[in-house]
């Protein structure tokens, strides 16, 4: 088993709507898998992430207070609405692995692509569901 030390930095998305969600992502396995172009070594990396509210929006607030409460097992099938990203910093995370071919820092990015928000629910913090795409974006180069 490989045990990983990860250096995380959270990012964040404002949406059209005046609200602001966190995204933190992080580096759950990384690994050798055979060659590549990149370093003469290919690393495998598996990841997660996921998203908080920090601040939402006044309308959106307002709309969902007097919602019924929905189960963040059971994602709601109706009432999704895409949100328009403002602004976005991507979340990051790093690890170093050691290979065959020596030592490399991975990096982990997530790239904010689009984000929903769902207003006929709240959560137990009377918000509204947000949900974000994002796409990992990983890279590596040897550490020093």
């Known amino acids: 088993m490989v045990t990983l030390t990860c250096n995380s930095i959270d990012g964040s998305v404002e949406l059209v709507d005046g609200s602001v969600l966190k995204v933190a992502v992080s ?36 709309m969902v207070k007097d919602k019924p409460l929905f189960q963040a097992s059971e994602q709601p099938t ?19 692995v050691d290979t065959t071919k020596g030592a490399f820092l991975v990096t982990l990015k997530a790239i904010p692509s689009m984000a929903a928000v769902n ?5 137990e913090l009377n918000e509204p569901a ?10 590596w180069k040897r550490a020093v």
């Open 130 to 139: 947000y949900v974000v795409n994002w796409a990992p974006i990983v890279s």
């Open 119 to 123: 207003l006929n629910y709240k959560n």
């Open 27 to 62: 580096i759950i396995d990384a690994r050798e898998g055979g060659f590549s172009v990149f370093g003469g070594v290919n690393i495998l990396v598996k990841h997660t992430g996921g998203i908080a509210v920090t601040k939402i929006g006044a309308k959106a607030s307002e």
């Open 78 to 96: 109706d009432g999704w609405q895409l949100v328009e990203l403002v602004k976005f910093t991507p979340a990051t995370s790093e690890t170093k």
